[in-house]
Structure formats: C-alpha cells, structure tokens
C-alpha cells in the first residue's frame, strides 16, 4: 500500500452516519484527494494515511485509504490549528492560542502528562481544567477504539456509544460476544450487531446469535404493546429471521428460560406464552397490588358524605349527575377505582369534588398524570399541585447499575390518603407497577382516564384490562353536560367513538373539514399553519396550532411535513445557528420532541419563582423549543415546557425529533389550542375510529380536517382495535381467586 503524510486543509464531504469522508489532504509532494472512512477527523489535524491511487469517472485521481493514524503536531501553528478545530470539547480558537502562547510547543505534552497546569491559563479554572483534560484523553482513546472498531464495520457514531460503555475493553468485550451490543448499547439493535458477528465470523449457528435473535424478536412484541408472546409466534419469527431450525430456537428459549432471562407459562393445555423477565415481574406485581387494594378495609368515616356534597355543590354553584355521584361515593369507600368517561363528561369537576371531599376529611392527596402536559393540565384544572408520576414515585438513577430506580417503593412508600392519576390510560405495564409498588395499603387510589382512547405507547393495555377484569370498582360518566354540547369538538368525539360521521363546518363553530386534493395536500396545510389560521384567530403558529398524522412516511406522514413546516415556519436566517444530524437539521427556534424516556438529563428550572430549581429527566413525547446550539462545545439548549431548560451534547441528539408535525400516538396526554390533521390514504391499522378520537381530542379550541371525506368515513367506520397480548386481565381474575381462597 501507498502511505502520504500531511494536513487535513479541507473536509469536502463527510456522513455522519458511517464517517465516509472526502477531503484534501496537503502533502510535501502534492496535494491529494483522499476519500473513505475517516471517524471522528476534523480540518487542521495532521495524519498518516494508507491506500491506493483510483482514477473516478467524474472526479478523477483520487487516493483510496485503508488505514489511517493521526500525528500529534509538533509546530506553533498545528499545536493552534489542532486544538481550535472543534475536536477538543471547550476549546476554541481564542482559548487555543491563549493555551499555546503560555506552554508553545510542550502543549500537548502537558495537556496530557500534567494537565493541572491549564489553570494558569486566564479564564480556566479547576472545573474547566479538569474537563479539557478529560476530553483530550479521551479523545485520544476514542480515535483509537473507533479505527479499531471500523474493521467490524461499526460505525463512528455507534464506536462512541461503545466506549463510553466499555471504555478501554469495548474491543475485547465485543470480540468475545458482539451480541452483548444488542443488549448493552442504545441504538444497537440484533440487527446491527448480527452485521458486526458476521464480520468477525462468528458461526450463523451460534447459541449466542439464536438466543440474541429470540430476545429480539421478544422485545419485539414488546415494542408493538404486548407484554408477552404466544410461544408459536416466537419460534416461526425468530426462525424466518436468522434461517434456523424450530428445533434450535427451541433449545435457545429453553436455555434462556433455565437462565431466567425470560419466562415461559402455560395458559391452558394447547398454548404456552413467553415473557421477557421485567414484563413478567411488573404484570405479576401489578396483579397482586391491584387485587389487595381492591379488598382492602378503609377506616370509617363519621360524617354524612350526602350532607358534605350539598355544600361543596352550593358552594361552587354546581350541580352533579348522579353518576358522578356515584364515582365520589365510591372514591371514599374503595381502595382503588376507575372513573371513565370521554371529553364533556364532567371527569374534571368530578375530581376536584373528590379532592374537596378528601381535603375535609383530612387526608393528604397527591396529583399525578404520566406526562409533563398532562400533569400541567391537572394542575391547571385543579388548582393544586400535580406531578408526573416519575417525579411523584422520585425517579433517581443508579451510576453503578446504569440503570433508572425510584425513590419510592416498597420501603420508602408515597406518604399519602389519597392518589389520583389523571390520563390513566396513558399508562403502560412497567410504570403502573413501579406507582403500584410506592402505595401502602389504606392509601385510595383513582385511576381517571378515557378508555377509548388509543392504548398507551408502551407495553401493555392497563386501563382496559383492569375494567375488563371486573375485580375493580369502575364509574362509567356518560352524560355530556349542556355546556359541553355546544363545543363540536367534544359533539363529534362522542359521534366518532359511535361510529357516526362528525358534523363540520357550521358557522361559529369549532370543528371544520375542507375538502382537499392529494396533490394539493401539502401546500394546504402549510398554508392553514404558517397564514391562514393565524391571522383569522389571532394565533401563534409554533405554540398555538400543532398538526397530527396517523403516520411518519408518506407525502403526509411525520418527516416529510416537518421538513416542509420547518422551512416555512423557521426557515434558514443568518443568525441561526444550525446542526446537521444524519437527515435531520436542528435549528434555533425549532419545535422538538424528545421520543425516548431519559432519566438522566438534568434541567434547570428557568423560572424564579418555581420551588423546583433543578431536576432530572425527559420523556417520551416532551415538546420543546430550541433555545441555542453552541458548535464548539458541542451542546444544544432546548426549554421544555417553557420553564425547563435542558442541555443536549450532540451525542444525545437522537432522542430529539423535530415536531411541527407528531403522530397521534405521540400526542397521546397532550392538548393543543388547535390541532390540524391530514385525512388521507394509509394503511388500514393506522386509519382507525379510535385514533381519529384521539387525535380530535387533542383540541382544546379548534379542529380543522383536511383531505378526502371517503377516508374520513372509513377512519369512523373502521373499529379494528389491533389485538394487545397482554395477561393482566385474565391474571387479575386468578389473583383475585386465589386471594379469596386465603
């Protein structure tokens, strides 16, 4: 192979995505064409390639590396150039050259050896000195692991991930068993790791890629809603994945069963299901409390709850459906109920009458909902205090596990008489039995929440599997009061879960369907959210109008209108500072959503006068705005809720997607002063009753449809509810046998 040595002068081309690169490349001889991968390379940085010399049809000689090794500058000016280039985190240009004129040219030396001695430098303390130097050794480990790990064909962005796992094993450790990736790092799926295997020539036989490809196609199902999976569908999808015998995934779910990393259980005599273990323990444990607080005895109360009513309803000049009654008398006497009811049905005057009833009886209540928005919504509603049910149940985070806890639980239980959860059917399997595990017996839990609503996000389908069970106490609200009925909005939701079409387009109303060609789709829906709503009601495109789509791909899905509405809504400006990330631009000013739960990124809380000052986690379907990005620290700023500010190294980047344009499902907790949906073709699955219930009772104000009245019609006749394998129903059943048994 050829060698050059010289100075990276310009990166003409580089994917972020695997670290191909095309770049110059000066030399003492000649200035070259270099191309191919080049991880985690920046301009100014000297180093030595391997290759070969290629003539390419269109832009002629070129050198082809195969291996390539940075060379630590010894000059003034590399020193300079080296460290200003963006590849050491703190370090600019004006800092470099501040650094270089104190220590010339044993710089590096020092920076490496003892780099203690940075806090000579002006305007660097021992916090800021400590991080430069950690960055600059790092940076050195990484550049290494990263060349090593491109063999396996892993790429830059995931060789990052990888050491910041393992540090200094993550070659060894991967050698040893790549499908440990799958498990360990996020974003590594089997997939990926299956790539990695085949590189380093693991046998496609192996108990290793049969057990990882099981666990996968588990979580899978998982992934989809379910809490577990029929035994015969996990043995035929993880043989059509990996080319396998029957017989072999069976001997690979027998050993991981042995090894109690998943869970097998019969269910009758012809069907076996399989659990991965956390569903299997959190699905068992909620069974339990659930069936415990059902048959709880409550201390008796000696006062007239008749008599208490008529003063809280003369009091507040309302009057209550005997419904509504009935969920208040029931909230008293019961150690857990659910109250259920859709929009207009008095779910909100029914909770603050239960939390009136409660306060003159002296207990303690706490609020809660499964999101920032909705726990906000609460708040607002109420007038009190309401948490999400992270920050209720204290969410912490363990450095040694890596792993997210909570605080409260068994043995530090929520000190409370009573806890109400709003949007309860927002709720998948794993939180309901992390709340369920902080009640002590004696605390009253209120489950509210709209069961026709879409299921929640994650695995399992709570709400409707506790009503089924008909081991709990549930109100059913189903009266829609007067003043209600004169929103459409809250007239059609109810049409909609009925199976009937909505009623548009009335003059001074609330809901409006305009009808719409597929080629025009588009162009008429940027033009409602950027000028033609806003101007007739006064609104703010960004914060008071947000489009909803059944579907990420597609003219009309996610990607492609948030691309569209971010150029018209926050186009390009010179004082906008942007970051490039795979197929995404972030830009200041933009709408985002975090779309994974993080329990470990910190916030500041940018209000005064909030009584929490700081905190941690974000979560899945969080909207915020992009406050700054800073290119040399490698940081972007979002603030949440318009008081949480969060700091995003762009490592973290993934967890953010732009939202001028969310999928229903993502709305779910959510309400919006107007929501805007494209009503068009899509797969049968998507264009459902239900989601169209849940999209149009995202809105607070106003609903505005746009597309074809045919889909429309067959979104409201369509009540295919996709199937949840989820055993909390039939297990409460049991449970609640055995526990009578006793």
């Not at 050794?137 to 090593?148: C, D, G, N, S, T």
């Not at 097998?264 to 069907?271: C, F, G, P, S, Y």
């Not at 999928?663 to 919006?672: C, I, P, R």
């Amino acid at each position: 192979m050829t060698e050059l040595q010289g100075k990276l002068i310009e990166i003409i081309y580089y994917n972020e995505a695997n670290g191909y690169t095309v770049a110059f490349l000066s030399c003492e001889e000649e200035d070259a064409t270099i191309v191919g991968i080049l991880p985690t390379i920046k301009e100014g940085e000297e180093v030595c390639v391997k290759g070969k010399w290629i003539m390419h049809p269109s832009y002629g000689r070129q050198f082809e590396l195969k291996e390539y090794r940075s060379i630590q500058p010894t000059s003034i000016d590399g020193i300079i150039s080296y460290l200003s280039s963006g590849i050491i985190k703190g370090i600019g240009e004006k800092m470099a050259n501040r650094i270089v004129e104190k220590f010339g040219e044993e710089t590096l030396e020092i920076m490496e050896q003892t780099p203690h001695r940075l806090i000579e430098i002006s305007g660097i303390g021992e916090a800021k000195a400590e991080s430069i130097a950690n960055a600059f050794q790092e940076q050195r480990e990484l550049k290494e692991i990263v060349f090593l790990l491109s063999q396996y064909g892993v790429t830059p962005v995931y060789a990052v991930k990888i050491y910041k796992k393992y540090g200094q094993l993550s070659v060894g450790l991967i050698q040893e068993n790549p499908y440990r990736l799958a498990d360990d790092i996020n974003g590594i799926g089997f997939k990926m790791a299956d790539q990695i295997a085949k590189s380093m020539g693991v046998p496609t036989d192996s108990m290793y890629r049969i057990q990882a490809a099981t666990k996968y196609v588990l979580n899978s199902f998982n992934g989809e809603g379910h809490t577990y999976a029929p035994m015969d569908m996990l043995i035929n999808r993880t043989k059509e994945l990996i080319n396998v015998t029957e017989e072999q995934v069976n001997d690979a779910i027998t050993n991981l069963a042995l090894e109690q990393k998943i869970h097998l259980e019969r269910v009758n005599t012809e069907n076996v299901i399989a659990y991965s273990m956390p569903y299997y323990y959190a699905e068992t444990n909620t069974c339990k409390r659930l069936v415990e607080l059902s048959q709880v005895t409550l201390e008796g109360n000696n006062i007239s709850l008749e008599e208490m009513l008529n003063d809280i309803t003369q009091k507040d000049g309302i009057e209550l459906a005997d419904k509504q009654k009935e969920a208040i008398c029931q909230a008293v006497e019961n150690g857990i109920m659910v109250i259920t009811g859709g929009p207009g049905t008095g779910k909100t005057t029914t909770i603050n009458t239960i939390i009136k009833v409660f306060e003159k009886l002296e207990k303690k209540i706490m609020l809660a909902a499964p999101t920032g928005r909705a726990s906000k919504r609460v708040s607002e509603a109420t007038g009190r205090e309401a948490k999400t049910i992270h920050r209720l149940l204290e969410m912490g985070f363990s450095d040694e596990s890596q792993e997210m806890s909570f605080i409260r639980n068994e043995e530090h239980p929520l000190e409370a008489d009573v806890v109400i959860i709003d949007e309860a059917s927002m709720i998948d399997i794993l939180l309901m039995n992390s709340l369920l595990k902080a009640i002590v017996l004696g605390t009253r839990v209120i489950l509210v929440g709209d069961v026709d609503q879409l299921p929640s996000v994650g695995a399992g389908n709570v709400l409707k599997d506790i009503i089924d069970s008909n081991i709990v106490k549930v109100v059913r609200l189903n009266e829609i009061f007067r003043q209600a009925q004169e929103s459409m909005i809250i007239v059609n939701a109810h049409r909609i879960n009925g199976g009937i079409l909505p009623i548009s387009n009335e003059k001074d109303k609330d809901f409006f369907f305009i009808r719409n060609k597929k080629e025009d789709m588009v162009n008429t829906l940027i033009s409602l959210v950027k000028d033609r709503l806003p101007k007739h009601y006064n609104l703010d495109s960004l914060k008071d109008i947000q489009m909803l789509t059944p579907m990420k791909k597609g003219e009309t899905g996610t990607i492609n209108l948030n691309k569209a509405l971010q150029a018209n809504l926050n186009p390009p400006g010179k004082w906008k500072a942007e970051k490039e990330y795979r197929d995404k631009c972030f830009r200041v000013g933009d709408k985002v959503m975090q779309i994974k739960n993080n329990y470990t990124l910190k916030w500041t809380n940018i209000k005064p006068e909030s009584d929490e000052e700081k905190g941690e986690g974000v979560f899945n379907g969080d909207i915020g705005y992009i406050h700054s990005i800073n290119v040399e620290d490698q940081e972007m700023t979002v603030i949440f809720d318009d008081n949480r500010l969060v700091i995003y190294d762009f490592s973290q980047l993934d967890e953010l997607e732009l939202a001028y344009c969310v999928t229903v499902h993502k709305s779910q907790g959510s309400e919006f002063s107007v929501v805007v949906m494209p009503i068009t073709w899509g797969p049968p699955m998507l264009l459902t009753r239900n989601l169209l219930y849940t999209a149009v009772t995202r809105a607070r104000n106003l609903v505005v449809l746009v597309g074809n009245e045919g889909y429309l019609q067959e979104m409201v006749q369509n009540n295919r509810i996709i199937e949840r394998y989820s055993g909390l129903s039939f297990r409460l059943k049991r449970f609640f046998d055995l526990h009578r048994l006793q």
